[in-house]
């Protein structure tokens, strides 16, 4: 088929870009011909909590990106949802993950559509946000009108969709994030990060943001029995948001010297060190969806330990692959304690069976299904 994914991708950074990207080589090795149509502009800056939306990686090989939609400009909308209506794409992907994109989106789509040809699948991350805002609801309705069919990354978004249309829809996890290059050992991570080969690690991996539940995982590691366990919490990705509170917390605990703070943009080429160190990796989320950290775990073989929220339980059996806990500082708390408790040996073989289950080939049948 001839399919066009509209999305974030290189030169824009982050998981959003890498899935679209990770999709779109998936497809063109089903013999699909596929291009993305990514952003001229995703957010404009005062919309964008972090310090750039850039990368200076190299582009993908490979792949045909065009760099050419601006998410608040109708002119640009109009001028490409009708040269999608001409090039008479079989079907349009679209990854959707906030209302502010739904009339961008919602506008192409309708123009494109009227060649009576070209189909629309949307990717769902979200369709309830996680920090709600004002015309949320009216921009999803208008994003959902033109979109024929969707597969939802997780149970609970599925659900959330059901409010919203009957249209029809299909659940599959969100595959694995394989591109981040194989794992190092505990010494050569250790090494590269200045840190000590020596000390047992949790991660904290991603952008920090309220519902991230990083307070909550910083308050358990200033409990009594995780000091006992002499482990180093390694907090490893960009703050999105004031990090007065955290560093509040860190010093009124005394934590200073247990927690290492990587807050800067993690770029995909350095990303396998801060997993390679963990023995666990941590997820105290107060609510989710689904996450891509989950899969990056997956991929690099770690057990994790993830709060009882949305659809994170789904994927991360509990005393299997990892821990599931509540969204509390001392039920966090808790399971560390279980997790070291527990022999080393065993999570990794169940790991392995359930990383199966994420493949990308698998997602792809999903998604062309629906």
Known sequence: MKIVIIGAAHPLRGGLATFNERMAAALQKEGN??????????YPSFLFPGKTQYTDEPAPNGLQIKTVVNSINPLNWIKIGNQLRRSRPDLILVKYWLPFMGPCFGTILRLAK??????????????????????DTLFTKYFLKPVDAFLSMSKEVLKDLRTFTDKPAVFHPHPLYDNYGAAVSKADACKHLGLSPDQKYLLFFGFIRKY??????????????????GVTLVVAGEY????????????????????KCFTEFIPNDALRYYFSLADVVVQPYRTATQSGITQ?????????????VGGLPEVVPDGKVGI???????????????????PATTWH???????????????????LSV
């Open 212 to 229: 991230k539940g990083l307070d909550l995982l910083l308050e358990a590691m200033s409990d009594a029995r995780v000091k006992a366990l």
């Open 33 to 42: 011909e596929v291009s993305i149509y990514s952003f001229s502009l995703q």
């Open 324 to 342: 599931v806990t509540t969204p509390d500082a001392t039920a966090i708390a808790s399971a560390i304690v279980r997790f070291y408790e527990m």
């Open 349 to 367: 073989e169940h790991i392995l069976i359930e990383k199966k289950k994420y493949s990308w080939e698998l997602f792809i049948k999903k998604l």
């Open 114 to 135: 009227k060649n009576n040809h070209t189909r629309v699948v949307s990717v769902l991350d979200n369709v309830i946000p996680h920090e709600k805002r004002p015309g």
């Open 296 to 308: 990056i775990a997956y991929h690099f073989e770690k057990p994790m330990i993830v709060t009882n």
């Open 240 to 259: 999105y948001e004031d990090r007065a509170a955290y560093d509040a917390i860190i010093a009124t605990n005394g934590l200073q010297e247990r927690v």
